[in-house]
């Protein structure tokens, strides 16, 4: 599996982005997907993700009001949409995908090492 993230580049505060994740190898209803961020000086970071089997996502508290996760299965591709940028949403973002496509805890989710495939990420810069 392959995942491609892209759509970072420099934002201002209060703007939105759409970030897409182009993943290839797998049919998107075989893998899970997640997004998760990893600002300068800080570990990585769970945001949300979207399971294989089913179209329920999971975010992590911190995320539910500014983000929104979701997948084209015919393009292939999971998209992050971010709300009302802030500076502090700067940071490298990855896409990232697992084997497993049931349910599962956000718990379960925020866990970087269930994650069997990882993006190469891309930069988000906002400025105020």
């Known amino acids: 599996v392959q995942l491609q993230a892209s759509g970072g580049g420099l934002a201002q505060a209060g703007d939105s982005l759409r970030l897409p994740c182009a993943v290839s190898?797998?049919?998107?209803?075989?893998?899970?997907v997640a997004w998760f961020r990893q600002a300068p000086g800080k570990d990585r970071e769970f945001i949300a993700t979207?399971?294989?089997?089913?179209?329920?996502?999971y975010y992590a508290d911190s995320m539910k009001d500014r983000f929104t996760i979701s997948r084209d299965v015919a393009g292939s591709t999971v998209y992050l949409q971010i709300h009302s940028l802030k500076p502090e949403d700067t940071a490298i973002y990855y896409c990232?995908?697992?084997?497993?496509?049931?349910?599962?805890?956000?718990?379960?989710?925020?866990?970087?090492?269930?994650?069997?495939?990882w993006g190469q990420g891309t930069l988000v810069t906002v400025s105020s």
């Open positions: 190898g797998r049919m998107l209803r075989t893998i899970s």
């Open positions: 979207v399971r294989g089997s089913e179209t329920r996502s």
């Open positions: 990232a995908a697992e084997r497993t496509v049931g349910r599962i805890s956000t718990q379960q989710a925020m866990n970087v090492d269930r994650y069997n495939w």
